[in-house]
């Protein structure tokens, strides 16, 4: 059954690192999406992006964030300069698209983000 | 604001017993209604999916959906230890996008 990938499945960085999220979304999927879950926290949005771009973002997905396709399967979360409260679990996610609705949303294992 | 509201529990059921489990969501435009369970240190896994008023039944699992009361609901019938997990209902969205909102989940520990 197809499934998303994320690499790595930890991530340990010091605070003002550079940090890269990689994830392989569903073949024929053609939105995409990261989350993030901080500890005994609710799933919150990132950003989605369909068509090569950014369709929308939430506050959290400031300056300091970007995603990029740079090829035909890869689907990466940057953060610039880490700080302590990025620390979370990252899942990446995707869905096909359906113009009557129904469409699901699957989602990688996940990356656990760890900013010391 | 686009908002989807659960009990965050915990909800304790024996062994057996109906799990019920409810969510409320306040965006109107809201189309596609999902249950998805969640493991401690695992990723959300899709259950259920409903998108018409009415009950959707799969396995031990029941989906219920209101859209005139925003409301919608997941029973699990003959509960087992291995449905304890935290429940998180999350609705879509098609505006100038395609969003997916989470409400915060519920924990429910099915007790042997």
Not at chain 1, 76 to 92: G, P
Request: charged share 20%.
């Amino acid at each position: 059954e197809p499934e998303v990938t994320q690499t790595p499945s930890h991530q340990v960085t010091q605070m003002g690192q550079e940090v890269i999220l990689r994830c392989v979304p569903i073949s024929n999927h053609l939105y995409f999406y990261w989350y993030r879950q901080i500890l005994g926290q609710k799933v919150e949005f990132l950003v989605s992006f369909y068509n090569n771009e950014i369709s929308e973002k939430s506050e959290i997905f400031d300056d300091q964030f970007s995603v990029e396709r740079p090829d035909g399967s890869n689907f990466t979360l940057k953060i610039r300069s880490t700080k302590l409260e990025d620390s979370a679990m990252y899942f990446c996610a995707s869905s096909e698209r359906r113009n009557v609705g129904g469409e699901k949303l699957f989602f990688g294992s996940g990356t656990q983000l760890s900013v010391l | 604001q686009k908002e989807v509201e659960q009990n965050s529990g915990p909800l304790s059921v024996p062994e057996g017993a109906i799990a019920s489990l409810n969510c409320t969501y306040s965006d109107r435009v809201s189309q596609s209604f999902f249950w998805y369970r969640q493991y401690s240190g695992k990723s959300p896994e899709l259950i259920m999916s409903i998108y018409s008023n009415g009950d959707k039944e799969d396995g031990r699992f029941t989906a219920q959906l209101n859209k005139a009361s925003q409301y919608v609901s997941l029973l699990i019938r003959d509960s087992q230890p291995s449905d304890s997990a935290t429940y998180l209902c999350a609705v879509n969205i098609k505006n100038t996008g395609n969003q997916f909102y989470f409400g915060t989940g519920t924990s429910l520990t099915v007790i042997p």
